[in-house]
């Protein structure tokens, strides 16, 4: 059976937490996952438990830096690094996985970061079987037109607006 598209977007708090989810449960089905994370660190706390769980995480570890702070060497060295974790993390989807999780790849191809024609002939052309959850703010109608399933976050409240910082574990 052909894999779907899943989308989780929106400004509200829950994208990349809806995201493990999915991968958790897909890891629970006995599924290979794979959960690769863009404009992240790695040390956001959903990461050591889906390791624990098994499932593979890719994430760029060296600071890159604010996209708005860079020059273009930096520029064109973050476009390069993140399109080479988009390519990698296509070939390595293509061995037997049945979950690809780009979490902030919207945001990434926003940014002109990563190659929206890139992703899109990637989703298009994917395995049979490999389905793909994208995540971040404001998907490119070419995006959503990809996409079986749209999950739409959306913020009514959130403490940050009062000055209450990210909490480790909750927010992160």
Request: glycine share 10%; hydrophobic share 40%.
């Amino acid at each position: 059976m052909r894999g779907l598209i899943h989308i989780y977007c929106g400004d509200g708090k829950g994208k990349t937490t809806a995201a493990a989810g999915l991968a958790v449960r897909a890891a629970g089905a006995g599924q290979k996952v794979l959960f690769v994370q863009f404009f992240k660190d790695g040390t956001s706390s959903e990461i050591e438990s889906l390791r624990r769980l098994g499932i593979e995480v890719r994430v760029i570890t060296e600071n890159l830096g604010f996209i708005w702070n860079m020059d273009d060497e930096e520029l064109a060295r973050a476009k390069k690094a993140y399109t080479d974790l988009l390519l990698n993390a296509e070939k390595e989807a293509a061995d037997g996985y049945g979950l690809l999780v780009l979490d902030e790849i919207i945001s990434a191809v926003n940014c002109g970061i990563v190659p929206e024609r890139e992703l899109l002939d990637y989703i298009i052309c994917r395995p049979e079987g490999l389905e793909i959850v994208l995540t971040g703010r404001d998907p490119s109608p070419a995006l959503s037109d990809t996409a079986d399933y749209i999950t739409e976050m959306r913020k009514i409240r959130h403490p940050y607006d009062e000055g209450v910082m990210g909490r480790k574990g909750i927010e992160f």
